[in-house]
């Protein structure tokens, strides 16, 4: 057994790393799994800059930002497996829905909604909670007022807060909406004073969500244990993507030492079925959150450099620098190397378009093998070799 | 030099201010909380900073920290980035410092050096005192079980001792666990 360190923070999205654990994916593999829960991002990245861990639970920008240097210690990190796709919910307070109700939107319409907050934050900025500045969730919400027409600073501002503090923050009025996941959206949701107004995958169908990310120079000298791992995780990720596993896995996810939350809040997400509000209106999504095989944790540089394209400025260096970042950092040749062997389908292309599947669609692979729908709410087609 | 502590652990911040106070050019103040630091932090001109690497609101505070900006302010963590030895050991003790970019690293050194050993002091003092009293409550729940076999088989109190030793020897468990399945059946049957 060769022991591995993983650190991750409580959330549904974890569970990959979990369940390798736990269900014994990971001892299958050799390895010996060591998890450490963390309570937030910035500890993980810490812990990852000076090797205490070999690798983590990762927000997917975070990989990229750290190989640029954003970070105080930079730190060349690798992502050879997407964790799942989707698993974001934006959720506002009382107020704001009670608001958004008179203006006659519902649930899950991006575009009206995305137009009433840009209203909204010409006046006074509208504040939306996210839990670290860079992830998919700031990411996502900028690409989402951009789209309509608008620069985002100057009509959002994005606060940094921890996902168990989100509901506080709506409470003290500090904020006005949080971008948060899985299982906090759903659990603000019964909570009495939030309501949900849209699952991030109403912006992106099939949004990369977290990584594994693995500590680049750990990887090259222990290639052997970094494929095994790829190979645990990626079990663990089929496992806990078959509808018939997600009670069990929701109660394993919910014990104390791990998430602990109510495993109900947890099973929601994962069915698709959500509670929005405190009357208990439901609403069906889904690909609210996605676990599975090759067809979730399949690195696609392109995602990579959807996120380096949107990001570049924001983070303040050039295009070419964070595309070359995003490329370094997705490894498809290592997910190929690691599941070569095993009856994992591996797509014939290591980048795709995005956003162009409107629904689920066959693909060249050496096996059966579906993508989709990954479409955007604008109907953004990103090509990578045309991204400028 | 201005060292701000932020922890809402008062024992903790209180045994870092008394490593810290050893050194009179040293001015010290302890938040116990995170909120509001960026209204305080122009007031306080802090050069270091002093937080909790596990602390939930660390990411807020490095946001806040970013978004102050200003070139006088801690932004830079820890002393040297290529000092990776001493970053180490303080990610590893569970501190995290902001440090203000190029303030001498002979003066900051001995400020982290400290506060790692402290936090590794009061963990160690953490650590005994939940296993002293882990095995107190072990103890008392031992004796009670011991009682209830005593009154429940006629038992002496040392053969009610050895029966529960031997109990667990052979089902491979501890003497508190076996106690413990004692003393809620009993409370179940009662």
């Not at chain 2, 000092?83 to 400020?111: C, F, H, N, Q, W």
């Not at chain 2, 402290?118 to 009293?133: H, L, M, P, V, Y």
Request: hydrophobic share 45%.
């Amino acid at each position: 057994m060769t022991e591995v360190s993983l650190g991750y923070v409580p959330l549904t999205d974890a569970a990959p790393l979990i369940i390798a654990k736990e269900l014994g994916f990971a001892q299958k593999e050799g390895i010996s799994l060591i998890l450490t829960r963390e309570t937030n991002w910035s500890a993980i990245r810490d812990k990852l800059s000076v090797g205490l861990i070999q690798g983590a639970h990762l927000l997917c920008p975070m990989a990229i930002a750290m190989r640029l240097g954003l970070g105080p210690i930079p730190r060349s990190i690798i992502a050879p497996i997407v964790l799942n796709l989707n698993g974001n919910t934006f959720v506002t307070s009382l107020d704001v829905a009670r608001r958004l109700d008179e203006a006659g939107i519902g649930f899950n319409q991006p575009k009206p909604l995305g137009r009433w907050v840009i209203q909204q934050g010409k006046s006074q900025a509208f504040r939306v909670g996210v839990p670290y500045p860079i992830s998919m969730h700031a990411t996502i919400l900028r690409y989402w007022i951009r789209s309509l027409g608008v620069d985002p600073k100057a009509v959002l501002d994005l606060r940094v807060l921890p996902p168990s503090l989100m509901r506080e923050g709506l409470e003290a009025r500090e904020i006005d909406a949080f971008m948060v996941g899985a299982p906090f959206g759903s659990e603000a949701a019964e909570s009495a004073d939030a309501v949900v107004a849209m699952t991030s995958s109403a912006i992106w169908a099939a949004a990369p969500e977290k990584v594994l990310a693995i500590d680049e120079e750990w990887a090259d000298a222990n290639p052997g244990t970094g494929d095994a791992l790829v190979r645990a995780i990626y079990n663990a990720g089929l496992w806990a993507g078959r509808n018939e596993n997600h009670s069990v896995l929701a109660e394993i996810l919910a014990r104390p030492e791990y998430l602990g939350v109510g495993a109900s809040h947890i099973e929601q997400m994962l069915s698709g079925h959500l509670t929005l509000d405190p009357k208990g209106s439901i609403a069906s999504v889904p690909d609210a959150i996605r676990f599975g095989g090759s067809n979730v944790s399949f690195p696609w540089q392109s995602q990579a450099l959807w996120i380096a394209t949107q990001e570049a400025e924001n983070w303040g260096i050039s295009l070419g620098t964070a595309k070359a970042a995003a490329t370094e950092t997705f490894r498809p040749d290592i997910f190929r190397r690691a599941m070569s062997e095993t009856d994992a389908p591996l797509p014939n292309a290591s980048q795709k378009v995005e956003g162009a599947l409107g629904r689920k669609t066959t693909v060249p692979a050496n096996r059966e093998m579906s993508l989709g729908p990954d479409y955007f709410f604008d109907a953004l087609v990103f090509d990578p070799a045309l991204a400028e | 030099m201005h060292i701000v502590v932020v922890d809402p652990d008062r024992e903790r911040a209180f045994q870092i201010v008394d490593g810290l106070s050893v050194d009179s050019s040293l001015r010290v103040t302890v938040l116990g909380d995170i909120d509001g630091i960026a209204r305080k932090l122009t007031s306080l001109d802090p050069d270091v900073i002093l937080i909790d690497l596990a602390d939930p609101k660390r990411d807020h505070f490095e946001q806040t920290l970013n978004a102050v900006g200003a070139t006088d302010r801690p932004v830079a963590m820890f002393v040297d980035k290529s000092d990776i030895g001493m970053t180490k050991a303080a990610i590893e003790a569970g501190v995290s410092a902001y440090v203000v970019d190029g303030l001498k690293k002979e003066r900051v050194l001995p400020i982290i050096e400290m506060a790692v050993a402290r936090f590794r002091e009061f963990d160690r003092i953490k650590k005994e005192r939940d296993a002293a009293n882990e095995a107190l409550a072990e103890r008392k729940v031992v004796d009670r079980a011991k009682g209830i076999l005593m009154k429940a088989k006629g038992l002496s109190e040392e053969e009610a001792y050895s029966l529960l030793r031997k109990t667990a020897m052979d089902q491979g468990r501890k003497i508190g666990e076996v106690s413990e399945g004692i003393v809620t059946a009993a409370g179940l049957l009662s």
